[in-house]
């Protein structure tokens, strides 16, 4: 990725990062704002535990290392696709993935995104309902843990899903959007309807300004 691409990631989400450690970034709502949809209860475990475990995890699995003190985008582009920092690419990813997810949705959001990401949208899709058919399809058959992501390859937009804690920055795509669909995610609101939440993301809880901030 690009130095210009990590500027605006930065500037975008408000990455934290201090000179020894990562650190995790503040929400960028209220924990309840995005009720009825997605519960506090919800965001407490998953923000406040999941994404708080994951940047525990890194901080101590660098600690020492020549990683400790390098920015977050940095390290999972060091140690992806290295087995022997398996571990570290893990959480490191998912600390990365959680704050785009955090940051892909809004109070009220939803609906339909205008200007240059829906003519982009509909000349990539061929219209905005074969967009969500196709994306919805993408985070329903991610086979257990993972995500669903709009990216953005050269002047074209992709749906892409992603296993565990990987993730398009690894891959050199520029990552709009994204759906978590690990359980944790959804499951304390939906139990097992997967398809449930994910239609309430698209129509309720998608920030398409943040998506369209991310394109090229």
């Known amino acids: 990725m690009k130095s210009g691409i990590l500027l605006v990631w930065g500037m975008a989400v408000g990455l934290a990062v201090a000179a020894t450690a990562i650190e995790l970034p503040p929400l960028p709502f209220a924990q309840d704002a995005l009720e009825p949809h997605i519960s ?10 999941h994404h708080q475990g994951y940047v525990d995890n890194l901080n101590k699995l660098i600690s020492g290392t020549p990683m400790e003190g390098q920015p977050l985008e940095e390290i999972i582009l060091t140690t992806a696709g290295a087995e022997e920092h398996i571990g570290i690419f893990n959480n490191a990813a998912q600390v990365w993935n959680h704050t785009f997810f955090w940051n892909s949705m809004k109070p009220g ?10 003519e982009c949208i509909e000349k990539s899709f061929g219209d905005f309902d074969s967009f969500k ?11 257990g843990s993972g995500w669903a992501w709009l990216v953005q390859e050269g002047d074209a937009l992709k749906i ?7 993730t398009p920055l690894a891959h050199n795509q520029t990552a709009l959007l994204t759906c978590d669909v690990w359980e944790h995610a959804y499951y304390l609101d939906y139990q097992n309807r997967r398809k449930d939440f994910v239609e309430t993301f698209l129509a309720h809880l998608v920030n398409w300004e943040f998506a369209a901030s991310q394109m090229k």
């Not at 959001?109 to 829906?118: E, H, N, V």
């Not at 058919?133 to 086979?143: I, W």
């Not at 892409?160 to 990987?166: I, L």
């Open 160 to 166: 892409v899903k992603t296993a565990n804690a990987d």
């Open 133 to 143: 058919k196709a994306f919805t399809e993408a985070a329903l058959t991610q086979f």
């Open 109 to 118: 959001g939803g609906g339909k995104p205008a200007g240059r990401l829906l």
């Open 40 to 49: 506090a209860q919800t965001l407490g475990f998953h923000y406040g535990k």
